[in-house]
């Protein structure tokens, strides 16, 4: 019989991982606030669930993979949660990007409830995810990892297991300084060569093999191109991660210029319109300012995976 798993949270991250077990043969539930979005998986052969309580309530694993730290309160922590369902035994993975401090909130909860706990944060975007090519850092108990080595595998192969605590969120929020922060120092470059007489595409092109050319930078090299501002993770998302470093920042006692730059920089994106595009609209906001042309724009939010 096939494993059966649960998953709550089908934004643009979690359709794609849903996508995946059921194509490696699981047997899967899935819940979302907005029940609407889980048709689409019913159809592929998922099961919803109208509660989140539900999802543990016979034991097995869920994962989840939520916006944010208010969410995953909500979803994990809240009254008729996951959590206040769950039969001991059972384990949750939650692949959010969210702060230590609400992961400790859920480490606290779900140990009285006997429910093992994988902090499991991710790098990649839908597409990857789709491609088979998503980073999984993990931490939380080590046997329960190896345990689960399978089931991870099969959301995405890159796994590395750094700690027994919340060493997970700790490494994820330092990722996101560097894409972030390349995000922007991409937008400057293309801004400069281009105001100067140097094509967009030319310099991506030089760029991909070049020492920085990073996946990151490779990936995101088309849809510039193409002037595709449609959201793989949005800017208002890419806010909400630097605004967790800032905080985790602070209570390390640490300064971080160019994330409090960035900060700014992705809210000034935000309220020029840009909060639903992707994250690389950093660089209409530089066009803007430079007095470059900016491309036709689809209004609102023009996601797609
Ligand atoms: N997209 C990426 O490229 C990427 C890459 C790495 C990591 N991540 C991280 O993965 C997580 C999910 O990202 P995403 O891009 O999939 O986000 P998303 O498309 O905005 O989806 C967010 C999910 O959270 C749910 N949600 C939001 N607020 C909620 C609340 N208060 N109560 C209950 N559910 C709530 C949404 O439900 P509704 O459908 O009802 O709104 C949706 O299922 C985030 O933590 C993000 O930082 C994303």
Known sequence: MAARI??????????????????????????????????PLVSLGAS?????AELLGTGGVCLT???????LEAVVLGPGGILAGAAAGSTLVDLSTVSPSV??????????????????PVSGNPGVVRAGGLTIIVSG????????????????????????GDEARIVKLALQIMIGGTAELLAEALTLAEASGVERGTL???????????????????PLVADDFSATFTTSMML????????LADESGVRLPVADEL?????????????????????????????LPLPPLPDGADAHA
């Open 263 to 291: 900060a700014r920089l992705l809210a000034d994106t935000a309220v020029r319109g840009h909060g639903d595009r992707d994250f690389t609209a950093l660089l209409l906001r530089l066009r803007e300012d430079a007095g």
């Open 6 to 39: 649960a998953l709550a949270g089908l934004g643009l991250m979690g359709v794609p991982i849903a996508e995946r077990l059921i194509a490696a043969g699981y047997d899967l539930t899935v819940y979302n606030r907005t029940p609407g979005k889980a048709e």
């Open 48 to 52: 919803p669930a109208r509660d989140p």
């Open 204 to 222: 991506l092109e030089v760029m991909g093999g070049s020492a920085v050319g990073s996946p990151f930078v490779r990936y995101k090299a088309a």
């Open 141 to 164: 108990p080590r046997a329960v990892f190896d345990e689960l080595r399978g089931l991870l595998t099969a959301i995405g192969p890159n796994l590395f297991h750094v700690g027994e």
């Open 240 to 247: 909400k991660d630097v605004d967790l470093v800032r905080a």
């Open 103 to 120: 992961s400790r909130r859920v480490a606290s909860a779900a140990a009285p409830a006997g429910v093992d706990y994988l902090r499991a």
């Open 65 to 71: 993979t939520l916006a944010d730290d208010a969410a």
